[in-house]
């Protein structure tokens, strides 16, 4: 688990495939609105303005978006990724055909906003728990294709990734539980098959806690426990594994489940509940003589 930009690729190819799915979905054949009323030799600049204070993320991904359409598109970030920015900031300015800055425009802010909205919110938990020696991580609960980007952006925010997917670490979940009979058989089988996969378990009771502890689970999750279970669960398991608390964190919650110690604390709102962090493209249009 990491928390800093460096440590997070985000594929090309995926981006420029999520590029080409936006393009085919939004535009097809043409953006029929521009290109009847803007010339083709028209050229324009654009500011992209913060409308709101937050933290800015995914502009690499939305540069792509233009020069999709115009590969000579001049991108001039005032900012970088990762920055706070303040309401009425100009994050970049961009110079280039007209018609690709109007129609590449909503796609890049698409992107753009959802990133930068994630990261805001999650600097809003970093922020709340900054007093704690705990680590605030991300889920799967992700846009699907969208996967690299928000986890990129958590960490923008300040944030932890947890798993990429359901191939870089094993979670026994209740219905892994009931499949292999008990904790302690789903621990070893998976033990058998992958030996080098760290192990996390769900456990829902003191009982599972103890259980999961004596099967040598890496990290141990306290799904949905009350503030005085999860007192006892990080008493009864100390530095024998990680500890994970999870299930409706809010920021009026993450303070007081940070003080019970544990390691980390997962919320899926980061990215399944985000609100697009406010950006708006003001265009204007160069002479051409």
Same mark, same amino acid.
Request: no cysteine.
């Given at each position: 688990m990491?928390?800093n930009?460096?440590?997070?690729?985000?594929?090309?190819?995926?981006?420029?495939?999520?590029?080409?799915r936006?393009?085919?979905?939004?535009?097809?054949?043409?953006?029929?609105?521009?290109?009847?009323?803007?010339?083709?030799?028209?050229?324009?600049?654009a500011?992209?303005v913060?409308?709101?204070?937050?933290?800015?993320?995914?502009?690499?991904v939305?540069?792509q978006?233009?020069?999709?359409?115009?590969?000579?598109?001049?991108?001039?970030?005032?900012v970088?990724?990762?920055?706070?920015?303040d309401?009425g900031?100009?994050?970049?300015?961009?110079?280039?055909?007209?018609?690709?800055?109007?129609?590449?425009?909503?796609?890049?802010?698409?992107?753009?906003?959802?990133m930068?909205?994630?990261?805001?919110?999650?600097q809003?938990?970093?922020?709340a $728990? %900054?007093?704690? #020696?705990?680590e605030i &991580?991300?889920?799967?609960?992700?846009?699907?294709?969208?996967? /690299?980007?928000?986890? *990129?952006?958590?960490?923008?925010?300040?944030?932890?990734?947890h798993?990429?997917?359901?191939?870089?670490m094993?979670?026994?979940?209740?219905n892994?539980?009931?499949?292999?009979?008990?904790?302690?058989?789903a621990?070893?089988?998976?033990?058998?098959?992958?030996?080098?996969?760290?192990?996390?378990?769900?456990?829902?009771?003191?009982?599972?806690v103890?259980?999961?502890?004596a099967?040598?689970?890496?990290?141990i999750?306290?799904?949905?426990?009350?503030?005085?279970?999860?007192?006892?669960?990080?008493?009864?398991?100390?530095?024998?594994?990680?500890?994970?608390?999870?299930?409706?964190?809010?920021?009026?919650t993450?303070?007081?489940?940070?003080?019970?110690? $544990? %390691?980390?604390? #997962?919320i899926?709102? &980061?990215?399944?509940?985000?609100?697009?962090?406010?950006?708006? /493209?003001?265009?204007? *249009?160069?002479?051409?003589?």
């Amino acid at each position: 688990m990491t928390n800093n930009l460096d440590s997070i690729t985000v594929d090309n190819v995926v981006v420029e495939a999520l590029i080409d799915r936006a393009f085919d979905e939004d535009v097809q054949s043409g953006d029929v609105t521009t290109n009847a009323i803007v010339d083709k030799t028209q050229q324009a600049r654009a500011v992209w303005v913060a409308k709101e204070q937050g933290i800015v993320a995914g502009l690499d991904v939305a540069k792509q978006v233009f020069e999709y359409l115009d590969p000579l598109v001049v991108w001039e970030p005032n900012v970088e990724d990762g920055t706070i920015v303040d309401e009425g900031t100009e994050i970049v300015t961009l110079k280039g055909r007209a018609r690709a800055l109007l129609t590449a425009e909503r796609i890049a802010l698409n992107i753009a906003q959802r990133m930068s909205g994630i990261a805001t919110m999650t600097q809003k938990f970093v922020d709340a $728990v %900054d007093e704690y #020696s705990v680590e605030i &991580l991300d889920t799967r609960k992700t846009v699907p294709g969208f996967r /690299q980007l928000d986890k *990129y952006a958590v960490q923008a925010g300040g944030g932890t990734n947890h798993r990429m997917g359901l191939y870089d670490m094993a979670m026994v979940k209740d219905n892994h539980i009931v499949a292999a009979g008990n904790i302690t058989e789903a621990v070893q089988k998976i033990r058998n098959s992958s030996p080098e996969i760290q192990v996390e378990v769900e456990t829902v009771t003191l009982d599972q806690v103890r259980e999961a502890l004596a099967a040598g689970a890496d990290v141990i999750m306290l799904d949905n426990m009350s503030i005085e279970q999860m007192n006892k669960a990080v008493e009864i398991i100390g530095s024998r594994a990680h500890t994970e608390a999870s299930g409706n964190v809010t920021l009026d919650t993450v303070k007081e489940i940070a003080a019970t110690g $544990v %390691d980390y604390i #997962s919320i899926g709102a &980061l990215t399944h509940s985000v609100k697009a962090f406010d950006i708006s /493209q003001r265009l204007t *249009y160069i002479n051409n003589h």
